[in-house]
């Protein structure tokens, strides 16, 4: 439900991406609910609500307006969110992998990583 990749640039003071405040969104026929852990960090909204049906374009956020249906989907993205929990412990931290220097060359000609040489 959520990209963790934060570009390898980005700083935590200003502007904040997306993928640095914790962003989630759970979509369903009806509705989209986008929930940020950090919002408060980004002066964002924690909590959006979009009617699918009747909002293509994501103008109205009807949150407010619909308390049971953010309700629910919370609930969800709180499920959701626990079991990546769980799964994070129970794999532990994964080990650090070297590259030889010709395989960072080949990574880093095309731009796909950058760094000290």
Excluded: C
Excluded at 13 to 18: A, D
Excluded at 28 to 51: F, G, H, S
Excluded at 62 to 74: D, F, S, W, Y
Excluded at 78 to 107: H, N, V, Y
């Amino acid at each position: 439900m959520t990209s963790r990749f934060a570009h390898p640039e980005a700083k935590n003071t200003g502007y904040i991406p997306e993928n640095r405040i914790d962003t989630v969104a759970l979509l369903d026929t009806n509705w989209k609910l986008i929930y940020r852990e950090k919002a408060k960090e980004a002066n964002m909204k924690r909590v959006e609500l979009y009617d699918r049906r009747t909002d293509r374009v994501e103008a109205s956020n009807v949150a407010a307006q619909n308390p049971q249906e953010v309700e629910r989907l919370m609930a969800e993205i709180g499920r959701w969110m626990d079991a990546q929990k769980q799964i994070k412990s129970f794999l532990g931290r994964g080990a650090k992998a070297t590259m030889d220097q010709k395989t960072l060359e080949q990574l880093r000609s095309p731009g796909y990583i950058r760094g000290k040489q």
